[in-house]
């Protein structure tokens, strides 16, 4: 399995900038597609982001299309979330998470997860 840990998160205000990382260790040979997800109070954990493993690919939630961008670096085993123009909405526990189908954003095809980071961005 893959081992992932995120970089902190922080407070932000709004229309500022975070950027989240991920490292990942072990059999990352099986992590075909990277994905962040957050999960704010109130609300089920969604995907706002997803990579496979060429990087050709990438998914966004309407919601952080035009702000958000995920990259991916291989040869680090690393994966990032850049994120601009940040709303109060954005506020949100964010997971890092390892998945298994290139094409599926589906939480039961993600096996490994980071342990999450707060990010708050105050208005």
């Known amino acids: 399995q893959v081992q992932l840990v995120e970089s902190r998160g922080g407070l932000v205000q709004a229309g500022g900038s975070l950027r989240l990382s991920c490292a990942a260790s072990?059999?990352?040979?099986?992590?075909?597609?990277m994905g962040w997800f957050r999960q704010a109070p109130g609300k089920e954990r969604e995907c706002v982001a997803a990579?496979?493993?060429?990087?050709?690919?990438?998914y966004y939630a309407d919601s952080v299309k035009g702000r958000f961008t995920i990259s991916r670096d291989n040869a680090k085993n690393t994966v990032a979330l850049q994120m601009n123009s940040l709303k109060p909405e954005d506020t949100a526990v964010y997971y890092c998470?390892?998945?298994?189908?290139?094409?599926?954003?589906?939480?039961?095809?993600?096996?490994?997860w980071g342990q999450g980071t707060q990010v708050t961005v105050s208005s």
């Open positions: 990579i496979n493993w060429s990087g050709r690919s990438t």
């Open positions: 072990g059999r990352t040979f099986s992590s075909v597609l």
């Open positions: 998470a390892a998945g298994i189908r290139a094409w599926s954003i589906a939480i039961p095809d993600f096996r490994s």
